[in-house]
Structure formats: C-alpha cells, structure tokens
C-alpha cells in the first residue's frame, strides 16, 4: 500500500462514518506516529504533512549534518557522506530532511497501521454514536425495521446506526415486518462491552407527548403546555394540557377540528383512546376532569393519605371504571391520589352492577359468556339457577358457584 492507497482508503471510511476533516487529519497523523514509534522508537524529529482533499501524505524524517566518522545518534544524526546522496548541496552543520515513503516501512507495520486507523475510526464513531443519541433521549426517531426478533425489534436510522426497539417497549398489537418505517421515542442510551446500544419506546408517555408536540403547533411554540401524560399503551391515555393565554382553548386545539389533529396520534397508537381534559390546581374538579366521561356528584379528600372517595350515580360507575378498569386507574396515575369509587343511590331505586364492573374480579371470556345468553347485569345472573346457567353456557358448576359470591358480596 503507497500513500495514494492509504488516503484513498482513509476517504472512504471519512465519507462512510461522516468524520470532520481536524479529526480525521488528527486520526491518520496519530497511527502514523504509532508506526514511526514502533520503527524508530522516537519520533520528534518526524515531520507529517497531510492534505487528505488532494490525497497526500508526506513523511519527513530530520537529522543534523556531521562529519563521516562522528555519528553519536543515529536517530538524529546523519553522516555527511549519506546525507548528499539524498540533496547534493547539504552542508557540515545542516539539517537534512529525508521523505520516506510509506512503502519503505514494510508490508506488516502498513497492516499494522491500517489496523490500527480502522480500530480508532470505530472507536470514534462509537463514541459519536453513543454522545449523539445520550442527547436525544425523549426525542422521536424514524427508522426502518431490519431484523426481527421474538424478543426485541432492530432499526435503522437513516444513518444505518442500529438501535432497538424490545418487544416491552411495543404496543401490545403491534405489528411490523422487515422494511417497515417506524416511529418509537429514544427511551435508554447505554454502552455495553464498548458498544452504544440505544433503546427506543412506543410505550412512554414522553412518546405521546412528543406526538401532541409534532401534531399540535400550539404546543410546540409553548403556548399550550403538557402537564402530565398516563398510559396504558395500545388500550387508553389521558393527557392534562393548560394554556397561559386565555383566548386559547386548550384541549380544543389538541382535538383539533373535528379531531383532526388527534386522528393521526391515535391511529400511531394503534387506536389507543385518548381524553384530553383541561388541568386545574383544584383537585376535586382535577378528579372530576379525569374520571371522564363519567359524571361524578360528590368527592372526599384525604389529603394526607392521598386518597379520594368519589361518589356517583348508579349508571356512571361503570364508567368512571372503565373497561378492564383502565379509566380509573388512569386518573389515579394522573392526579395522584388513590381513587375508590361508591355508587350513589336514591331509597326507591332498585340497586344493581353491571358485569363489566367485575372485570378485575372476573376473567373477561367468563363474563362475556354471561353476556352472551342475555345477563348484563350481577342481579340478573344471581336470579338464574345454576342448572340454567351450566346448561346454557360453556361455565362448569364451580366457576357459577364462585362467580356468584363475588356478585352477591356485591349487595350485602
């Protein structure tokens, strides 16, 4: 390898790693020297010109002129009689600058050298990596799907840089394939046995509020701000938003006209339901907000034990608790507090729940089978007998046995 090789080959991993031409001059002069250190054992009387635009290197070694006879140094002098074979006007007493040609230090220090060049252009491009990234933790990235795994998903970036996506951090009905564009949050940056290893997200809420930012100007300029985002990813959110200018409605302009800003989050979110509400330092009218869209009558604070006693009419408890109970665990998440809900009802009102409150009690394929023959409600499914009941779904005596504790502890 001469010279024109080495620069050629060092513009190529320049123009791959995106390297800026001070340290890519700095990266070719350091193994250069390693190769002059491991040839001469010094190098300070190397001088190292390079011009990687114009592909030339040279290597000049400096030694002073002393009579034939009188070397002491052979490092940093030279015999007059060598020294005019190389420029036949030197002088006694000169310093004489010899070019030495990378081809002249041999075969093994030249594969040594490029060895070394490629070890420090990864190491650096590592470490570009990892700073790179380390800044862009909550930040949203495109890539491309490269390989899938059961466990996790790699991406590209539009760089080629590999980052990961773990099967955690997808949301529950995902689904991608090889070359599909992705948009996930940076999550975690680390680095692992030298390597950046970059986690990215689609369950974070730092991913929707990126979203809300991308979507909604308002928010990005900072006249709406996002005060807490809960999640349960692919299934319910709820964003609390407020505005310093008045003439803003906040949750309006999140919503967008006829929800046209929030259609493009909530089909990235794989049709996740997102409620918006308006965020308020009074926290009885923050609960109420965040228990919607179920109409609360009355709240008692515990302020010390952050916990909240709502009370409600009898056909807005479901509500309040949500399918699978995510709406009301998501505003606790929300607002802090500890939520328990209390069906409020008048002395002539006849007292029943509806099965889908029992969710957390009672498988759902156990509810949907009641659901299936007509009983929508505990009253209705504790009036039937079990024989019915075993012979007009697939439930085994036990399970009716079992379920119907749980709805008659519901009434005592």
């Given at each position: 390898m001469n010279a024109d090789e080495l620069i050629e080959s060092f513009q190529d991993f320049k123009d791959f790693k995106n390297i800026d031409r001070v340290t890519m001059?700095?990266?070719?002069?350091?193994?250069?020297?390693?190769?002059i250190l491991r040839e001469f054992e010094d190098?300070?009387?190397?001088?190292?010109?390079?011009?990687?635009?114009?592909?030339?290197?040279?290597?000049?070694?400096?030694?002073m002129i002393v009579e034939d006879g009188a070397v002491e140094d052979d490092l940093t002098e030279i015999a007059y009689s060598q020294a005019i074979k190389i420029e036949p006007d030197f002088e006694v007493g000169e310093e004489a600058s010899e070019e030495l040609k990378i081809e002249n230090f041999g075969r093994r220090a030249i594969l040594s050298m490029r060895q070394n060049l490629v070890g420090k252009i990864q190491e650096l491009e590592k470490?570009?990596?990892?700073?790179?990234?380390?800044?862009?933790?909550?930040?949203?990235?495109?890539?491309e799907v490269y390989q899938i795994w059961k466990r996790e998903i790699l991406v590209l970036d539009d760089e080629g840089n590999e980052l990961v996506l773990p099967k955690s951090e997808q949301i529950?009905?995902?689904y991608f394939k090889k070359g599909d564009t992705v948009r996930a949050v940076v999550s975690k940056v680390d680095m692992k046995n030298a390597n950046p290893v970059i986690i990215l997200s689609r369950t974070s809420p730092a991913f929707l509020e990126r979203l809300f930012e991308m979507e909604v100007p308002e928010i990005f300029d900072g006249l709406i701000t996002i005060k807490n985002v809960v999640r349960e990813p692919g299934e319910r959110a709820k964003v609390a938003v407020e505005s310093y200018d008045d003439r803003i409605d906040p949750v309006g302009a999140c919503v967008g006209m006829k929800g046209s800003r929030i259609h493009g989050i909530v089909r990235e979110l794989r049709n996740e339901n997102i409620d918006v509400i308006n965020f308020t330092n009074n926290r009885q009218l923050y609960i109420q907000r965040a228990l919607s869209p179920a109409k609360v009558s009355s709240i008692n604070l515990d302020e010390e034990e952050k916990r909240a006693d709502v009370y409600l009419p009898s056909?807005?408890?479901?509500?309040?608790i949500g399918k699978g109970g995510h709406n009301i665990k998501l505003a606790g998440r929300l607002v802090g507090y500890d939520i328990d809900v209390y069906r409020e009802t008048a002395e002539d009102e006849e007292v029943d729940v509806d099965l889908d409150e029992f969710t957390d009690e009672i498988d759902e394929w156990i509810i949907d089978e009641l659901k299936g023959i007509g009983l929508d409600t505990a009253k209705s499914v504790l009036e039937m007998e079990n024989d019915d009941l075993v012979r007009r779904t697939e439930l085994e005596e036990e399970t009716i046995q079992e379920i119907k504790k749980i709805f008659a502890a519901e009434f005592e």
């Open positions: 001059m700095h990266i070719l002069e350091d193994v250069i020297r390693d190769m190098d300070s009387n190397f001088d190292i010109i390079i011009n990687p635009d114009k592909g030339d290197l040279e290597i000049w070694r400096n030694r470490d570009s990596i990892y700073k790179k990234y380390k800044d862009r933790v909550g930040d949203i990235i495109t890539g529950p009905t995902d056909d807005q408890v479901s509500l309040a």
